[in-house]
């Protein structure tokens, strides 16, 4: 059955400029922009909400040294219990290091006075944190109902394809691990797929080279 027949309307998810602003649809959706934010945390009311996943990381790199230390202070100060400022700490780790180690929790645990054997428990109740490494980019494909009707599997399939890869397993150059994701809450625009800390709506297969090769463009 040909995509045009299995998707008779296709959510574009962008609607034009409604407000009194002259935007472009990159300019709403920041695709022209995006600032860097700075790695001590910026203002304490922000500090805890930094992205999970970046590209560049090191399993090696030092946590909560210099300005990293200072966004964990920033970070306690919004909390009276060091429990509830744990996700954001493990958030951290893994921007750092790209994936949280049983060597890297036990650091956290012992920075928040916090038991090894609970934070092991948090870290690995939530699918948002790595507990292995992964490629340079994290594709996370979602193939729940509505994009699941919508060619989700497809999509899915082109990506492990293109990156020559099964489920879970990296790519030879290092770049892409493809992963199945339960729900991704972008229904209106399936087929959602998630790469590190971005989205990307209304994927079909015959986006996904287009996409790697943006991707593989941004580490060369």
Known sequence: MSEARK?????PGWAGNTGEFDLTE???RGDEYVGKRPPEGGHASGASTYPYMLAERDPEAPIFDGPFKERLEKIRSRYPDARSALLPALGMAQELRGYLSPETMEQVAGLLDLSPAYVR???????MYNKRPVGRFLIQVCTNISCGICGGDDVLQAFLNNTETE???TS???NFTVIEAECLAGCGFPTTVQINSRYYENVMPKDVPEILERLKAQGE
Do not use: H, K, M, S
């Open 7 to 11: 998707i008779p309307f296709r959510n």
């Open 172 to 174: 030879e150059d290092g």
């Open 26 to 28: 990159a300019q709403v």
């Open 167 to 169: 489920l879970g397993e």
């Open 121 to 127: 428990g948090v870290a690995t109740f939530y699918t």
